[in-house]
């Protein structure tokens, strides 16, 4: 997969060499691009900012310098994607995302969706926002998405987009080495995780429970399972109300 990244803050994607996505770089599995927004601007100040039109507090990302990084990163040139008698955007055009808190919430869902595409480009915007028409232009070459991670706001997008990327990458085939952890863990099945222990056995005087040290797998999972449908109710109890009820077993019934 590659990713590019604009920002005005590049140093903020620093934790990217880090860890297991910095692994997946280093092992070919991830390309990740990250530049400063500020190199597409001409004027002595590197001005990427200017006050609302309609008014307002704030300020808003100026349209140029996008426009400038987009067509080098997604160069015009190429096949149009769009218009009356051209092939129209389809899943081959890369995602662009853009983080805001007007967007549509980002869930494992989205991420898996991500993880599943061959380009992303994050828009990081700064202040109140990127003008609109930047967005409206990206769209003519790249599938927009506009993503929010809750309802709070945030300086700006650069935090979102390690959060997001995070989520992405380790869904990439090869990333994590136990597969399963990503079917066992909160949110594979719409459902919190059950709780996890490790050892000493004992613990200032707290025992993992017993059920666990049994050795018997069926018991065990029948134990994680009503564990992680009590977790979820008392935690998320949203998400329970949006469970099927047809992928409740008997168990859960009895639970
Ligand atoms: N930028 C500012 N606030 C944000 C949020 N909640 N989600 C994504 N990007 C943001």
């Given at each position: 997969?590659?990713?590019?990244v604009l920002t005005i803050f590049p140093d903020y994607f ?23 927004l ?10 990427v900012d ?8 704030g300020m808003v990302m ?36 853009v983080p805001t808190p ?20 994050f828009a990081c915007g700064r202040y109140e926002g990127i ?18 991670l809750?309802?709070?706001v945030l300086f700006g997008g650069e935090v979102a987009v390690l959060v ?92």
């Amino acid at each position: 997969m590659r990713v590019d990244v604009l920002t005005i803050f590049p140093d903020y994607f620093a934790p990217l060499e880090l860890s297991l996505i910095g692994k997946a770089r280093t092992t070919g599995l991830l390309d990740v691009g990250v530049h400063d927004l500020r190199q597409w601007t001409h004027d002595v100040h590197r001005t990427v900012d200017d006050t609302p039109y309609g008014g307002g507090p704030g300020m808003v990302m100026r349209p140029e310098p996008w426009g400038a990084a987009f067509d080098e990163l997604v160069p015009p040139d190429r096949p149009p994607l769009t218009g009356p008698e051209s092939v129209p955007l389809d899943d081959r055009a890369p995602v662009l995302i853009v983080p805001t808190p007007a967007g549509q919430r980002f869930d494992q869902a989205m991420a898996h969706a991500f993880a599943g595409e061959r380009r992303l480009i994050f828009a990081c915007g700064r202040y109140e926002g990127i003008d609109q028409r930047v967005l409206e232009e990206a769209a003519t070459r790249m599938r927009v998405r506009e993503v929010s991670l809750g309802d709070y706001v945030l300086f700006g997008g650069e935090v979102a987009v390690l959060v997001m990327l995070e989520a992405v990458v380790r869904l990439l085939p090869g990333v994590i080495g136990n597969a399963e952890s990503l079917t066992e863990e909160s949110h594979a099945n719409g459902l919190l995780e059950a709780p996890l222990y490790t050892k000493p056995a004992v613990w200032r005087g707290r025992e993992v429970p017993e059920v666990l040290r049994s050795g018997d797998h069926g018991r065990i999972a029948r134990w994680r399972r009503a564990q992680s449908l009590l977790r979820t109710a008392a935690q998320r109890p949203d998400m329970l109300a949006s469970t099927a009820p047809e992928t409740l077993d008997k168990h859960d019934v009895a639970t």
